[in-house]
């Protein structure tokens, strides 16, 4: 076979365009591609939803992928090395209730049940802002405003693409950055205790892993939180390197959302 680089390209082309097209109208949208959402959007695309997770970096994975201080290794406690488990993540019991997993081969299982299970992952994409309507006198976020992040990096005047959803997830971890856009372009009031953002909170690992799974919910018609976003959300803690909390975060925004589908 005699290889011609048209072809090559034009494959490239035309897949992943097919692929952005079939997007643009999603049940559910996940802006970051860490541990929580990678979880969330296996658990949706199982449960036979349509969707779409927009990651920033060139690799997925948020604070899972570099485990502890670039050391590849992750804990999770009992409660969520199940997850990893059905994931087809090798998990071993360091000492009573604490449980470790390669970090590259966790994030890389899930990002695989994840796309096989037909969510779509669009990398080097920056979310800018959000799409708002007014539904019987409410508003609602109904869409996501995307754009390259290079783009974004090198400040280029260049204008953004738009997507519909009905569900939006606010994964960017301690950022939160959706949020603070809406939150900042609308003046708008979120279902946290003051109305807006509280911010995180420094470690206190055990606080924060019990937080980060009660404070996943929708803080506004159509954004929920979860993962680290959750405890930013809601004025908890950092919990470093332990990561069940985050799984067990994805799993309870997908079934919250897949209920209401």
């Known amino acids: 076979m005699i290889i011609d680089e048209r072809i090559v390209s034009e494959a490239i082309a035309s897949t992943y365009f097919e692929k952005f097209k079939n997007s643009l109208d999603l049940d559910v949208a996940i802006v970051g591609g860490g541990p929580s959402g990678l ?26 992928w570099g485990g502890g ?7 999770v406690q009992e409660e969520a ?22 970090s590259v081969a966790a994030t890389a299982a899930l990002a695989y049940r994840a796309t096989s299970a037909g969510a779509r992952v669009f990398n080097c994409t920056s979310v ?5 309507r007014e539904v019987d006198g409410v508003k609602r976020v109904m869409g996501l ?27 960017t971890g301690h950022d939160v950055e959706m949020l603070k856009t809406l939150v900042r372009k609308n003046g708008v009031k979120l279902n946290t205790p003051s109305g807006g953002i509280e911010g995180e909170q ?7 892993e019990a937080n980060t799974v009660r404070h ?40 919250a959302i897949d209920a209401l589908l």
């Open 216 to 255: 996943t919910r929708e803080v506004y018609p159509g954004v929920w939180v979860a993962g680290m976003a959750a405890n930013a959300a809601f004025g908890s803690y950092r919990m470093g390197p332990i990561f069940g909390g985050m799984l067990l975060s994805g799993v309870r925004v997908a079934e």
């Open 145 to 171: 405003v995307v754009n390259s992040s290079p783009v974004e990096m090198a400040r280029l005047h260049v204008d953004p693409l738009v997507l519909h959803c009905k569900h939006a997830i606010e994964c």
């Open 128 to 132: 800018e802002d959000v799409v708002l």
């Open 81 to 102: 090395k199940g997850i990893l488990e059905e994931a087809g993540v090798a998990v071993r019991e360091f000492k009573s209730g604490y449980f470790t997993a390669d």
């Open 69 to 75: 201080m670039t050391w590849t290794s992750i804990v």
């Open 202 to 208: 420094s470690m206190w690992a055990d606080v924060a």
């Open 39 to 64: 979880t969330a959007a296996w658990k949706l695309a199982s449960a036979g939803r349509k969707v779409g997770l927009f990651e920033r970096k060139l690799s997925v994975g948020g604070g899972m």
